[in-house]
């Protein structure tokens, strides 16, 4: 019989049309082309243009379709009718939803603004929600930061004035060397992976520093299994070794930062610890060519490094880096002093030292791009250190986070590494000054807005949001003693603090796509109880009105009392501005749109949209024009355009003008949005070669960045590695100053702020206790907090999660593989199976995060293994640390920044008895959907 | 037709490198994605949103550790169909629907006249079948034979959704019977291997190993020059001369 | 391997029928039954009945029955594609010979001729079937030489039994039947004692070690799932019986298929009344029915498909 073979039709088009977009599947921004057939989604794929991931998708990306469409999508703005948590809810109009809505903001805007708690989960429009709460009035702002990584944007920002993820990148193709620290999926995910692959190919060396080896550390070169919240204790010794080696860039130290900046060294006195400065407040150093006290800022000085140098009034003052180096030089961060808390090896301590060491100094780049310095020296190449590092929440969410993050940038700057060729750099509108200028704003009075944006950073006591009992004036205590350089806020707290009226009650909290009633808050039941917890005297719940909006049946969902349905990331129309949360690259910044490319199937709103209609109906200055009408009548698309935040400068940078011709600058133009979507939804702009490195001190970049508004003036940013406003916090809580902090909160202050970076061992917490485990998180690749259960396809591949161990210590335990296990903190027990295995530190367990899913949530079965066999750790995290001396209970959060401190978590692990295995524990009510409600009449 | 094809030069494939692969399932879901409505569309789902989850998916991404203590490794590993020279899933098949092509070596499945007898799929020690529960008939990967001559797509678009996705790049296509391909010369540069060659069925597609780690059980790097200590005294009585000293050039 | 009950059910009923069948064309080739029309309605009909009933139970185990017919298309390399083949060819002369011993001949040495040619068809046709499984090297436990065998020795047992049923019912000297099934019966127990003896013994050579290629680097552990449900392959190639639970079924099977009708053979050469040996009889075929079910059975779930040492690491 002749070979016969069907005919198989081998030219089929995709699609009828295909609309570019951005993902939002995680927060990454990836570019992606939607395949339409018919008007209906068909397939997502890549954009190839697009400078983030460059045409490849994710496995989230690629799933986009069951997300759309995922069966959980609300369909309608809902009205609470049962008892919270019961489920029940009625659809109203959209029309009843915002009159409501309304009429509860617009009373609280006239009795108390702050009284309006607005918290936004993981919404990428800060700029727009930001900008709503300090024209509505409410210093109660902020997005999820505070519980996601602030550590390390505020480390970073204090520092050097960027950080990790879209405020930076390694110089990928030029680098020698490369390590991750706390790493497992994060938002810059795709870059991170292209770039990954090439650097294997490249044999360039990956170390990745985490707890656990799976994804990245698998493919690594070098993993390095720290016990948790011991890498700012690593890192430490690799600065030793560095030393000790004489392995620093001394001329980097002295060009770029303050090293040389002369401090106080007069103990009790009000500015002991503080720079020394002259009449102008400029820093001195010593001018070792002059022999005398001279302006460090200046650029033709030789400032000496060490040494003891008498200042004018006779007291002595040091360079900040002696004592700098005298911390890192000492035997507690020597590479064998460290070994058993970290659970490294000395030798492999020194050895990464010495691979660091030789990258960094016998591997030097040069490159033949001439540049012009701030101070108006021309260089003739380019030369750089090409050593880089990223890091992520496995540094940031403990309660040592900000110093150990601070730590690492110490490291990268010592070896050179920052915004060179090969090393660590800025993407715009980063490098930003150094402290960042802006400062949080006061509360304000009825009708009025607030006077700033509300978040900002600190610089010291005055700054902080306080009364003049010292009491917190946000509802999350943010900028107040308990967490003064709190960036990013404390959402994690808003629920348990405006429950328990500390600092007070609220009347309105109006959530965005958080799930604060599951895996984004800790300690799950209390939380529930909080939002459920009625007033004795009045019968009203404690939290009386709860505003929420997302696009899914999530658990938050049964917890609020007005609904607002949000569209899909594919029905709206959104950016991803250089005011907010950008895509740019190290050569040039980029910013990038969302356009609808289907419209809702259902009675759904962008959020955006309804928030501008709100601040409308509110009239709220800026939503409305002089004579009352919606300023931004067609809703976000409007505003993109539309909206300037200061003259000429908007949402999006590109085609602005009326010709459209501009950049960065200039008139909106109603056609910018058309100009994007032809271009494939974003714009990159290129910076010239001279301007793309040493961005902090660089001519030619500065005053494009002030040209643009990145910055207020073209001067260099100092990298500040002595943080003076640390010491003028610690130097409040010694009692100088006006604003001090409270009695109770003063040895915390002396302790933590130190200007300098050091190693703590996280609260409640002593490394090596042979009965604990470290217990911690990695978000999956393919899943996003907990969206990914409603996504049909995703929760095909991981729909439960068990609990993983080392292996030898669980047999020292009696624990096999696929037992099941009781695990314990102070605060409650989880129960879960267990997987054993080896790539793993051996006193930390860990399992995947947000799998376990209560119940009937997302429109999942009572079966679901989400509810059945899946778990989460954060029934065993406290929000609040046990009392204190003088009675306090501080949040558990980092105590500079607030950052919660999910993975301080320790537990004890016991097998639990023939009879409990089968089923997680806790299990909760099951939810009732709200999905079953009908339109008009309760169900 | 389940008797084999002449053998041909042409043998396109698959190289796979298990020591890019961070297990992130993007292979998997692009496959999932594109079959959905490609080829062998529809992937059906069973209770998607249920107690029992499960669904055709035509290549799917297992972690494994290997070894013991500190020479352990994780390694990810993507697996799908092999499209063996020489495959027992065409022979055994009782209709012919199971098929390897001639003209480039895919073996695919004819959706018309599988009869889902499931008997391919014990044949096949890869488990690279998956039997369709509400189309009733077998599927597995199809090279995407739908993309890789498609021309309406951009030239460089016409390689399988699995390797367009692949974030880190760990996915290769090309013509594995060329020794010149870039795919073989992968292949020989990083001795490449087939998955249970003791079966006898002659894979295709080609996996990468893991490369040797560059850690404590590695060959000690070379050490960087070190500055001669030239005072005594404390540590940081020497880091302190030698910082003085340095900045003074 | 999944033990399908279509499957199980399928090989249990056409190997009993094409057993019961090749012993009547026996029967009737050696004259050792006369042509009685009852009987020979009964007991083809039975056969006949129960080879369909299985070959209509095999096609519900296909994802489209209705396209059942395609399977005939490749007996060229497919052993299922010969078993559908050789099972409409062996209608040929079943149907012939059950046609003629019930209606008497039309032509003439119709009942010899199809007789002949009714054993050997009938046996390819039980060989056929055991070689699809026995012709899978990535199934240990089936790919053995004593598998196809097995079958056929099985079919001739099974059908034996109902033989003895047969014409101890119908009042036919079934001497000859018992001591043709009592050897049958005791062939099946040694074979399948060899074969367990043989699987539980067998070097399992594939390892996850040589699937994954990584050897070179230790064993091979699973870590994660592709999927944290089963899948297809998992439910289809991962059935997992218990050892002491497999021990157990085994010896039940044994007992029920080769020890209570070996027995129930020996009673039924003794001089029992009629009415107590067609309770024997009957005793016996439901107790070979049961015995034959949990060794087809055990054939399923004791098998393991080397697909799973991706799924659990270990051989196969």
Request: proline share 7%; hydrophobic share 40%; aromatic share 10%.
């Amino acid at each position: 019989m002749a070979h016969h073979e069907p005919d198989i039709a081998l030219s089929e088009p995709s699609a009828d049309e295909i609309k570019t977009t951005t993902c939002y599947m995680c927060a990454c921004r990836c570019g992606i082309r939607v395949h339409l057939k018919g008007g209906r989604v068909h397939y997502i794929d890549g954009n190839r243009d697009h400078p983030v991931n460059r045409g490849v998708i994710c496995g989230k990306g690629a799933s986009g379709i069951m997300t759309h469409t995922s069966p959980s999508r609300l369909r309608a703005p809902l009205k609470r009718v049962g008892p919270r948590g019961s489920g029940d809810f009625v659809e109203i109009s959209w029309d009843e939803a915002l009159e409501t809505a309304t009429s509860w903001l617009r009373d609280v805007r006239a009795r108390d603004p702050s009284k309006l708690a607005f918290f936004t989960g993981r919404d990428q429009s800060q700029a727009l929600t930001g900008w709503f709460a300090q024209q509505y009035g409410t210093q109660n702002f902020a997005a999820h930061g505070g519980f996601c990584s602030v550590n390390m944007a505020a480390a970073g920002l204090y520092t050097f004035g960027g950080s990790f993820w879209e405020f930076g990148e390694p110089d990928w193709e030029r680098t020698r060397y490369f390590m991750l620290f706390g790493v497992a999926e994060d938002h810059a995910s795709n870059p991170l992976k292209i770039e990954l692959g090439k650097l294997k190919s490249r044999g360039v060396k990956v170390v990745a520093v985490n707890p656990v080896r799976t994804g990245y550390g698998a493919i690594a070169d070098e993993w390095v299994g720290i016990r948790p919240g011991t890498d700012g204790l690593f890192v430490g010794a690799l600065i030793h070794e560095l030393m000790r080696a004489q392995k620093i860039d001394l001329e980097y130290l002295v060009r770029f930062t303050n090293a040389h900046w002369l401090v106080i060294d007069a103990p009790g006195d009000a500015d002991d610890g503080m720079f020394a400065r002259d009449a102008d407040g400029k820093p001195f150093a010593f001018d070792k060519t002059a022999g005398a006290l001279a302006d460090a800022t200046r650029a033709d000085i030789a400032p000496a490094l060490v040494g003891t140098f008498k200042l004018a009034d006779g007291r002595n003052a040091r360079p900040s880096f002696a004592s700098i180096a005298e911390r890192f030089l000492a035997d507690e961060y020597s590479p064998d002093k460290v070994a058993a808390v970290t659970a490294i090896t000395a030798d492999t301590i020194r050895r990464i030292a010495r691979e660091l060491a030789q990258a960094a100094f016998e591997q030097q780049v040069t490159l033949d791009i001439p540049w012009t310095d701030w101070a108006g020296r021309r260089h003739d190449r380019t030369v750089g250190r090409p050593v880089s590092m990223h890091a992520m929440r496995g540094i940031s969410a403990h309660s040592n986070g900000f110093q150990t993050c601070r730590m690492l940038h110490l490291l990268q700057i010592l070896l050179g590494s920052i915004d060179c060729p090969g090393g660590f750099r800025y993407k715009a509108p980063f490098p930003r000054p150094t402290p960042p200028p802006n400062r949080p704003a006061r509360p304000s009075e009825p009708n009025t807005p607030l006077k700033g944006a509300p978040l900002g950073f600190p610089q010291g006591p005055e700054d902080l949001l306080v009364d003049p009992g010292g009491k917190a004036q946000r509802i999350d205590k943010a900028y107040s003693w308990d967490a003064p350089l709190a960036a990013h806020g404390l959402m994690h707290m808003v629920i348990t603090n405006a429950a328990n009226a500390d600092p007070y009650p609220v009347d309105v909290l109006f959530l965005y796509m958080a799930n604060m009633s599951w895996n984004s808050s800790m300690n799950i039941p209390a939380v529930l109880r909080h939002l459920t917890a009625k007033d004795e005297k009045t019968g009203e719940y404690k939290i009386p009105k709860i505003i929420y909006s997302d696009a899914y049946s999530s658990e938050m969902v049964a917890y609020a009392d007005l609904i607002l349905p949000d569209t899909t990331y594919l029905e709206r129309w959104d950016c991803i501005s250089l005011l907010d949360r950008p895509i740019s690259t190290a050569d040039g910044p980029a910013d990038a749109i969302r356009q609808p490319v289907v419209a809702p199937d259902r009675d759904v709103r962008a959020f955006q949209s309804v928030l501008l209609d709100l601040g409308a109906r509110l009239r709220l200055p800026g939503f409305v024009t002089d004579t009352g009408a919606p300023r931004y009548p067609a809703g976000y698309s409007d505003y993109i355009i539309h909206h300037e935040r200061s003259p000429g400068i908007g949402s999006l940078a590109a085609f602005r003008g009326e010709d459209g011709k501009s950049y960065g600058r200039g008139a909106p133009n109603t056609k910018q949005l058309d100009s994007y979507i032809a271009g494939g939804c974003f714009h990159e702009h290129h910076l010239a070669p001279e301007q793309h490195y040493y961005k902090h001190a660089n001519k030619a970049y500065l005053e494009w960045a002030k040209d643009m508004g990145f910055i207020p003036a073209a001067v260099p940013m100092t990298f500040q590695l002595y943080l003076e406003p640390l010491q003028k916090f610690r130097q409040a809580a010694r009692g100088h100053g006006a604003i001090k902090p409270p009695a109770s909160h003063r040895a915390r202050i002396e302790k933590y702020f130190d200007p300098i970076p050091f190693w703590y061992p996280p609260f409640d917490s002593e490394p090596g206790e042979s009965e604990t485990f470290s217990a911690i998180t990695q978000r999956p690749m393919h899943m996003y907090h907990s969206w990914g259960s409603h996504n049909g396809w995703l929760r095909q591949i991981t729909a439960e999660n068990c609990l993983y161990m080392a292996r030898a210590r669980a047999k020292k335990l009696g624990i096999a593989d696929g037992d099941w296990v009781w695990l314990a903190s102070a605060l409650g027990r989880v129960k879960g199976r267990v997987k054993l295995m080896e790539g793993v530190n051996p006193d930390t367990v860990w399992t995947w995060n947000a799998i376990g899913r209560r119940a009937r949530a997302a429109a999942l079965d009572t079966d679901a293994p989400e509810a059945t066999r899946g778990f989460l750790l954060n029934h065993l995290i406290a929000e609040l640390l046990p009392e204190r001396e003088g009675g306090y209970r501080f949040s558990n959060s980092d105590p500079i920044t607030g950052q919660a401190a999910w993975y301080d978590l320790r537990v004890t692990i016991e097998k639990a008895a023939p009879d409990e295995v089968g089923e997680t524990f806790p299990q909760f009510v099951p939810l009732h959907s709200p999905l079953l409600a009908n339109a008009g009449a309760p169900p | 037709m389940t008797s084999l094809p002449e053998p041909n030069q042409k043998k396109l494939g698959l190289v796979i490198d298990l020591d890019t692969c961070v297990g992130c399932q993007a292979c998997a879901t692009s496959c999932k994605e594109w079959n959905a409505g490609g080829y062998s569309a529809p992937l059906t789902d069973q209770d998607a949103h249920g107690g029992d989850p499960h669904g055709t998916w035509l290549n799917r991404v297992h972690s494994y550790e290997v070894g013991d203590g500190g020479g352990s490794r994780t390694v990810h590993f993507p697996r799908s169909c092999l499209h063996c020279e020489t495959p027992a899933c065409v022979t055994v098949c009782p209709t012919g629907a199971s098929y390897k092509r001639e003209s480039d070596g895919i073996v695919l499945v004819n959706p018309d006249t599988c009869i889902g007898c499931k008997l391919c799929s014990w044949a096949c020690p890869y488990g690279a079948r998956e039997y369709d529960y509400d189309d009733g008939v077998m599927k597995k990967c199809t090279l995407c034979v739908d993309r890789i001559y498609n021309e309406t797509f951009e030239p460089g678009d016409r390689i399988p959704a699995c390797v367009r996705a692949c974030p880190t790049g760990a996915r290769h296509f090309g013509d594995l019977g060329d020794p010149d391909s870039a795919v073989s010369q992968l292949v020989k540069e990083r001795e490449g291997f087939d998955l249970m060659p003791a079966m006898g069925f002659k894979p295709v597609n080609k996996y990468l190993p893991p490369r040797p780690r560059r850690d404590h059980s590695a060959a000690p790097t070379p050490q960087a020059t070190e500055q001669p200590v030239t005072s005594s005294g404390s540590l940081a009585d020497r880091f302190f001369a030698w910082a003085d000293k340095t900045l003074a050039r | 391997m999944h033990p399908a009950y279509s499957v199980i059910v399928f090989t249990i009923a056409s190997g009993a029928g094409y057993g019961l069948l090749i012993w009547l064309a026996i029967a009737a080739l050696l004259n050792l039954v006369p042509r009685d029309p009852v009987l020979g309605f009964f007991g083809f009909g039975l056969a006949l009945a129960l080879i369909t009933t299985g070959l209509l139970a095999s096609t519900l185990h296909l994802g489209r029955p209705a396209r059942a017919w395609r399977a005939l298309a490749q007996w060229k390399s497919s052993w299922l594609s010969r078993e559908g083949v050789a099972a409409i060819v062996t209608y040929v002369p079943a149907g012939a010979l059950a046609l003629a011993w019930v209606f008497g001949e039309f032509v003439p040495r119709q009942i010899a001729a199809s007789a002949a040619l009714a054993v050997p068809c009938a046996l390819a046709t039980i060989w056929c079937t055991g070689m699809i499984y026995a012709s899978l090297p990535t199934i240990r436990a089936w790919h053995q030489p004593l598998v196809a065998p097995v079958y056929v020795v099985l079919g001739l047992a099974t059908g034996g039994v109902l033989l003895c049923l047969l014409l101890a019912n119908f009042g036919h000297e079934f001497r000859w039947a018992a001591i043709a099934t009592v050897p049958a019966l005791a062939l099946g127990a040694i074979l399948k004692r060899l074969y367990w003896s043989a699987i539980d013994n067998a070097e399992r050579t594939y390892t996850a070690e040589a699937a994954t290629g990584l050897g070179q680097f230790g064993t091979v552990r699973p870590l994660d799932p592709p999927h944290t449900q089963p899948n297809f392959v998992m439910r289809e190639m991962g059935y997992q019986v218990a050892r002491r639970h497999a021990e157990r079924l085994r010896h039940l099977s044994v007992a029920l298929l080769f020890l209570v009708p070996a027995v129930a053979g020996l009673m039924l050469l003794m001089n029992l009344p009629n009415s107590m040996q067609i309770v024997i009889a009957v005793v016996s075929a439901v107790s070979a029915s049961f015995g034959v079910l949990v060794e087809r059975w055990l054939f399923f779930a004791e098998a393991e498909h080397v697909v799973m040492v991706y799924y659990r690491g270990g051989s196969a």
